[in-house]
């Protein structure tokens, strides 16, 4: 049942593909706000921390704070536009701000990184609601399950890889690459009945 509504499917893909290469950017988010956006001392990741754990705190902090307002609207969004729609436009924000804070690369990177947090509201808020509305209710359990797992399943593979190409090729050029793959993904779904033939918050199928 999953597969069978299109627009399910491709935000399920999408989806899937996504953490797949947010995924390394996730986990090695600590790291890159030390090492690159503040410019912290070289050391040990224990020895950072235990210096400059209070700056890297408040970079974290300030980040919360500016995705906490686009946060605020992720329900007036919903109700405002097509839920398909609004999962494409968080896509593009998460891929744009991460992109942006790997090109910055410094303290100001925590602006589009607080966008990105937002994205990542927006997706979920989408995606979660499409997933109730869409599916049968006698099969919303199961629907929702498959989609989960399928979407989930991209995480553990691409924190391993990412990890991996982060001690060859360096972390800005894994942020690049991800951030980058995530707006593809985004560009893509446009051309998909996510996009064209979305639901409305409130709608039934």
Known sequence: MLFADKRLKWATLGGTFTNLVFQPLEILLVLFVATEALGLAPGTMGDTLASHGATI????????AIGS????????????VPLGTMYVVGLAMLGSGFLAVALIGNGWAVIPAGIAI????????ALVTMRQQLAPPEQMGRVIAASRTFAW?????G??????????????????????GVIVVAAFLTRTPLYRDSVMAGETS
């Open 153 to 157: 399943a991209g995480l553990p593979v």
């Open 69 to 80: 307002v686009g946060v605020a609207f992720a329900g007036r969004v919903a109700r405002s």
């Open 159 to 180: 924190a391993a890889i990412g990890g991996i190409l982060a001690g060859v090729v360096g972390v800005v050029p894994v942020y690049i690459f991800g951030a980058s």
């Open 57 to 64: 705190g408040l970079f974290f902090a300030a980040q919360a």
């Open 118 to 125: 937002t994205g990542v509201t927006w997706v979920n808020v």
